[in-house]
């Protein structure tokens, strides 16, 4: 058996992630600590295009991000339709931290960022703006999965094997914790709001059993609440894959055939240190990460072959 997990994150990109989070575990950092440093790494990389700067726009050309961090004693923060800013989940954080509230959304977030000393930043990137410039000439609107079944990864929009990134996360004192972040589904709707930033969506963290986050099709993982849902499997004594199996099962069976063209895709640690997953389609990986820095990367079962 492998040494327990300390982080877990979505994609192969997560190593990186995981990376920035063992070492600010190692420097002492808590586990919110580490899913902000971890989560900080895809949302300052421009080629990531679901992620913070670099990430495609709304349909309209304006990148929207949607983040959020849960701790260990039920304490949320989040922002949503966040624009101009490059470190959404360290607003998030701040909401957390520095608010009565659990979550802001646009021109609120924005300002509220802007007085906790953010930087406004263009997010939109040539690259970005030049694969928006090109979906506006069809301007269909088709999530598509990320699954190694299909040749979406070659197309405009296609994100490849970037995706939203969703980090979980053990402190040295045992306590966890979790991040979400995303720049949402390209081209979506101007004020569209994924799972992502939304508690038990996009994530839960609960300190007695474990926490789950979700990618994929926000609008699929806000039916069934998808990271609560694995949350409370796993309360019930489902191991983490059994229990990201069960709810994408249950997504399955509720929506039929309107799924079968999408990837949503289930990560979850137990407070033991136990990763699981489980997807959709296939393709799904994910990064697991001991104390020790040494990091794997696990491509998850999935509902459809
Ligand atoms: C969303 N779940 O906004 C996110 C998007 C994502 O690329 O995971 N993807 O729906």
């Known amino acids: 058996t492998p040494a327990p997990a300390v982080v877990v994150s979505t994609w192969d990109f997560g190593a990186a992630a995981n990376a920035e989070a063992v070492r600010a575990r190692i420097a002492g950092g808590s586990g919110l600590d580490m899913v902000e440093a971890g989560a900080k790494v895809p949302e300052a990389d421009p080629t990531n295009h679901s992620v913070g700067l670099g990430g495609y726009p709304d349909r309209d050309g304006h990148v929207t ?80 999965v990320n699954s190694e079944n299909t040749d979406w990864r070659s197309q405009p929009g296609g994100p490849g094997n970037h995706d939203t990134i969703g980090i979980l996360g053990i402190g040295p004192d045992g306590h966890m914790a979790g991040a979400c972040t995303t720049s949402g589904m390209a081209f979506k709707m101007r004020g569209r709001v994924g799972d992502s930033p939304i508690t038990g969506a996009g994530l839960y963290v609960d300190d007695e059993v474990g926490a789950a986050t979700a990618t994929g099709v926000g609008e699929d993982v806000v039916r069934i609440c998808g990271s609560h849902s694995v949350v409370e499997a796993m309360r019930h004594g489902m191991s983490p894959t059994e229990a990201c199996r069960s709810v994408v099962e249950r997504l399955a069976r509720l929506r039929g055939a309107a799924i079968k063209d999408h990837q949503v895709a289930l990560l979850a640690l137990s407070k033991t240190g136990v990763a699981g997953g489980w997807a959709l389609q296939p393709g799904f990986t994910y990064a697991v990460t001991d104390a020790a820095g040494n990091t794997r990367i696990e491509r998850a079962g999935s509902f459809f072959g």
Request: negative net charge.
């Open 65 to 144: 991000l949607d983040s959020v961090v849960m701790d260990h004693a039920g304490n949320v923060g989040a922002v949503a339709a966040l624009e101009d800013i490059v470190h959404a989940v360290s607003v998030a954080r701040a909401v957390l931290e520095k608010t009565p509230h659990t979550m802001l959304v646009g021109a609120g977030a924005r300002s509220f960022a802007v007085d906790q000393g953010f930087p406004l930043t263009n997010l939109l990137t040539p690259e970005a703006e030049a694969a928006w410039k090109e979906w506006l000439k069809t301007a269909q609107y088709a999530p598509r």
